[in-house]
């Protein structure tokens, strides 16, 4: 896949650094408008065998308000282009904890502070994608830099599955063969 040079939102232009990521949803790129860094998120229509989606885009802005009212820390909406299908949002610069449990440096606070996420996620019947891409440290603190949630269900919250990510276990060791 070729980079784009520009992406814009609702007319503003915006150049490509760089591609941060690819999600079940869409392309997640670092751009700039020279006077800030951002994350621009275009949604992709690529099929997923493990992942049914209805409107990404209205399921994107839901899952965000959702998100907010909880009061996790996460990065801020700060623009959606419907008919274009991105979204502008803050950019928080840091590692991954994918990145820290590859270095093994992962630290026990991160550990506290995604369980202390739960603590608002559960009572409000949420689950988030608990895998440690999603998941960035700035400045000690801990940032969920994912919109996606879901209903509450014990078998995808962090004790029952997202731990298995965390720190060097057979599931993460599984998946860095996969996708070194």
């Known amino acids: 896949m070729e980079l784009p040079k520009e992406l814009s939102v609702n007319g503003a232009s915006y150049t490509v650094k760089k591609l941060l ?27 997923c065998e493990y992942y049914q989606f209805g409107d990404k885009m209205a399921a994107e802005l839901n899952d965000y308000r ?11 909406l700060l623009a959606a282009d419907l008919e274009a299908e991105r979204i502008l949002k803050e950019y928080i610069a840091g590692d991954t904890i994918l990145d820290y449990v590859r270095r093994d440096q992962m630290r026990p606070e991160f550990v506290e502070q995604v369980r202390a996420m739960c603590r608002l996620l559960y009572p409000a019947g ?4 608990y895998f440690p891409t999603n ?21 995808w ?24």
């Open 21 to 47: 990521g690819k999600g079940k949803g869409g392309y997640s790129y670092l751009v700039t408008d020279g006077a800030g860094e951002y994350v621009l998120k275009q949604i992709h229509h690529e099929p």
């Open 157 to 180: 919250d962090f004790e029952h599955w997202g731990a298995a990510y965390w720190s060097q276990t057979p599931e993460l060791t599984a998946y860095l063969r996969e996708h070194p």
């Open 66 to 76: 959702r998100l907010s009212e909880t009061g996790i820390p996460m990065p801020r």
């Open 126 to 129: 949420l689950n988030i994608d």
């Open 135 to 155: 998941f960035v440290v700035q400045d000690g603190r801990l940032y969920y830099i994912d919109y996606e949630c879901n209903g509450y269900q014990e078998q």
